[in-house]
């Protein structure tokens, strides 16, 4: 079945260590999107990448990295966790074009303690 | 992009039409209207979008006023698996970012 596949589902992380949340689509979306979402604040976007090579700071980047090696995968990379990166953290993709609707993946529950 | 306004929640017959109302006052021309809902511990989900005209899918409606400062989503035979949280987002089509902002939405309870 088509569509965004977020790995892992759920990851308790001790601070200070070093978490890639992986995710891929089979959609040959071109645009991919980073968003972590809190009770009371909505989903935020971290960062974005509006085509392979290319990648964009969204609201709330710090602390967080990513790389478009190519169509399909855009990891995202925490270098040194902490607590305050506690969040579940959704992938989505579109076809470009700002009109076009974002997909989501599942999430990822990720708890630093 | 513009702010949208929702009541918190909503509650629905199962079977009958849901109706959720969303407020975007200061809506620019350029800007479309786009809801998408969150069904608990899930991903949010894209429903519908529009720009000035009504719209209609296999999920849903969407009723846009003239003016564009308001639009309702219509479901028209809500089911108890269309409890979710409905979030009515604007965005401006030159967005560089694709960004979504996602206010509080509107928590939908479709009760039997």
């Known amino acids: 079945i088509a569509g965004i596949t977020q790995a892992p589902t759920s990851q308790i992380l001790a601070a200070g260590r070093r978490m890639t949340l992986r995710c891929t689509q089979d959609m040959r979306h071109n645009a991919m999107y980073w968003y972590r979402q809190d009770l009371g604040l909505g989903l935020r976007l971290i960062h974005y990448s509006n085509t392979a090579g290319t990648t964009g700071k969204g609201e709330v980047p710090d602390g967080y990295s990513v790389s478009r090696a190519n169509t399909d995968d855009f990891p995202l990379t925490l270098a040194s966790a902490v607590p305050s990166q506690t969040s579940v953290y959704f992938c989505?993709?579109?076809?470009?074009?700002?009109?076009?609707?974002?997909?989501f993946g599942d999430g990822t529950r990720l708890s630093i303690l | 992009d513009a702010k949208t306004t929702q009541p918190p929640s909503m509650d629905c017959a199962e079977g009958r039409a849901a109706n959720l109302p969303c407020n975007h006052s200061t809506i620019s021309g350029n800007e479309y209207v786009y809801w998408y809902r969150q069904i608990h511990s899930q991903g949010p989900q894209y429903i519908i979008h529009?720009?000035?005209n009504n719209e209609t899918n296999e999920m849903a409606s969407l009723i846009i006023t003239e003016d564009r400062k308001s639009s309702t989503l219509i479901l028209p035979h809500a089911t108890l698996r269309d409890t979710a949280v409905y979030y009515c987002?604007?965005?401006?089509?030159?967005?560089?970012?694709?960004?979504?902002?996602f206010g509080q939405g509107t928590t939908l309870q479709v009760k039997p």
């Open positions: 989505a993709s579109s076809v470009t074009g700002n009109t076009q609707p974002q997909h």
């Open positions: 987002i604007v965005r401006v089509e030159a967005s560089n970012t694709g960004k979504l902002i």
């Open positions: 529009g720009l000035k």
